[in-house]
């Protein structure tokens, strides 16, 4: 036995016999035979035994194991270097038959493996760890081939784990530093993410901390399912999908989720290699309820600020690349991509947003909230923290509009708006001359574009249109048309009254009439309207004598 003086426990009932044997003076001719070796602390025993050959050429290893240790006894009878003292159970009783050829070469047929290790009411809590760790019981079965996980359930804070699955090259990733590769199956009730990271943490030095990393000897797929999983603010429901692990980036393969009151799916990449970590993702959005949704995702809300003041849901896909920043949220001033989404079922709240409120205070003939946003169709293309939006048509009863511009991630805006305004909005003015056109000219004066322009920032927003202009145009434009009416009226009347002999003669005395009333660019005596009333009477009479 042994103790030391300043712990509470012994190690007991010591055996060791073991032969180390050279008999040529060769290295490789070394022969070590572990016959037995036993020990117990309180009541748990534990023994092995076996052997090791050919230590330099083929080096042949056959071991056995059995037996049980509290592990929290361990701090107890030895001063080993942990913060934090083990608790748990650990039964072993395993065989191992093997030679190092046959695990440099991948032959693992070869390697002849049997027994499980069970681990149960294992507790950890230290420096490494958020909260407490708790595995209830986990079991490894060792076979030729592969480990089998049978158990793993495990408990931190308000997170639950269930872990099931194979490793598949363990023995290469032990002896040949080769990759780990398994498929597992994970299970989840409630998944807290603050449960695995130490918020609260904090540094004393100024030295750089090193940044997370994947790590890079990992090949591993994981099946995932989670009944609900908590990031942040964020509470994703029904979680599922496929998580694979390699090359020091982990990939997401159709992994989906109901969230914001719809659901949501990803695909994509993130991936640690280099200097700085990067990732890729496809998001397909289905009814998210869109004010809670682009009000609460920071990527979301800077790619589209206004819509957290839009009411209802909405369809999008988000195609999205970028850099992320060392607590893995995305580095919004890296992000490209493109958003394409149809709302559903919307309202809008203006008053949530001081460019639409002052939209609606310069636009007479506009109400915003009334606007119809149901089954509208967007597309923003965002690069280098700008985001381009292509023209969108909306329509307001019957003015028809169209928006188009560009917004910045840093709250800049700059966006042009066209509206097509019915004249019967421009005033009276405007309406008691179109009135007195003939039917025919009226019909084709319907509406007239109207220019406007939306700038400064979300926060600070400014308007400017050209409405005054565009108005004073038309009534220009409606005042030269109905002078030009009355004069053809007035050609056609005198016409008619002076008639003609023959067809030749009235087209003969039309030109004249025209000529003398509008002006003869080859007669320049004629230059008032005096001198064309005048030589028109006097054309008249000439006409009657004869």
Avoid: W
């Avoid at 020990?39 to 056959?62: H, L, Q, R």
């Avoid at 942990?82 to 038959?97: P, S």
């Avoid at 309820?289 to 800077?302: P, Q, R, W």
């Avoid at 016409?495 to 320049?524: A, F, R």
Wanted: a positive charge; proline letters at 3%.
């Amino acid at each position: 036995m042994f103790k030391y003086e300043s712990l509470p426990k012994s190690v007991q009932k010591i055996n060791i016999d073991t032969r180390i044997i050279n008999k040529t003076g060769n290295v490789n001719d070394t022969y070590i035979n572990l016959n037995k070796l036993t020990f117990k602390i309180d009541n748990d025993v534990f023994a092995a035994n076996g052997n090791v050959k050919d230590i330099t050429t083929n080096a042949k290893i056959n071991m056995a194991a059995k037996g049980t240790i509290n592990l929290a006894n361990i701090g107890k009878v030895y001063p080993a270097p942990v913060k934090q003292q083990l608790a748990g159970i650990l039964t072993a009783d395993i065989t191992t038959n093997f030679d190092m050829n046959s695990v440099e070469k991948g032959n693992y047929q070869n390697i002849q493996n049997a027994g499980q290790i069970k681990v149960t009411d294992f507790k950890y809590d230290g420096e490494e760890v958020a909260k407490p760790f708790y595995i209830k019981k986990t079991a490894i079965t060792f076979n030729t081939n592969t480990i089998t996980l049978n158990d793993f359930d495990a408990k931190t804070g308000d997170s639950d784990i269930s872990i099931k699955g194979n490793l598949d090259n363990f023995y290469g990733f032990v002896f040949k530093d080769q990759e780990l590769k398994g498929n597992f199956n994970l299970n989840s009730t409630t998944f807290k993410v603050s449960d695995f990271i130490d918020t609260n943490a904090t540094t004393e030095t100024t030295e750089p901390t090193e940044k997370l990393k994947i790590p890079s000897f990992l090949n591993c797929t994981f099946n995932a399912n989670a009944a609900t999983v908590v990031y942040d603010n964020i509470t994703l429901k029904n979680v599922s999908g496929a998580i694979l692990i390699k090359d020091e980036t982990v990939n997401l393969q159709n992994l989906k989720s109901d969230v914001f009151g719809g659901n949501i799916g990803f695909s994509g990449n993130v991936s640690t290699k280099g200097d700085t970590s990067k990732f890729s993702m496809d998001l397909n959005l289905k009814e998210l309820n869109i004010a809670d949704s682009f009000g609460t995702l920071e990527m979301l809300k800077a790619i589209a600020p206004i819509a957290k003041t839009i009411d209802g849901k909405m369809n999008s896909t988000i195609n999205v690349s970028g850099n992320l920043n060392d607590d893995f949220t995305p580095n919004l001033k890296t992000i490209s991509g493109n958003l394409l989404g149809q709302l559903l079922n919307t309202k809008i709240n203006a008053s949530n947003s001081k460019a639409l409120s002052l939209l609606g205070d310069k636009v007479a003939f506009l109400d915003v909230n009334k606007l119809n946003l149901d089954k509208i169709t967007g597309y923003f293309s965002f690069d280098n923290g700008t985001v381009t939006v292509k023209p969108i048509p909306l329509k307001y009863k019957d003015i028809g509009i169209e928006i188009a511009g560009k917004h910045g991630f840093d709250n800049t805006m700059n966006y042009d708006i066209v509206f097509d305004v019915p004249v019967k909005y421009l005033g009276t003015e405007v309406t008691n001359l179109i009135a007195k056109l003939s039917p025919k000219d009226a019909e084709k004066i319907t509406s007239i574009p109207v220019k406007a322009n939306l700038n400064g920032s979300f926060t600070a927003p400014g308007f400017t249109t050209n409405i005054k202009d565009a108005t004073s145009s038309l009534i220009k434009n409606l005042v030269e048309q109905q002078k030009q009416s009355l004069l053809n009226t007035g050609k056609d009347k005198l016409i008619n009254l002076i008639g003609g002999d023959t067809k030749k003669d009235s087209t003969k005395t039309k030109d004249k009439i025209v000529n003398l009333m509008t002006g003869d660019k080859k007669d320049s005596t004629k230059t008032t309207h005096a001198d064309k009333v005048k030589d028109v009477i006097n054309l008249f009479k000439k006409k009657k004598n004869n």
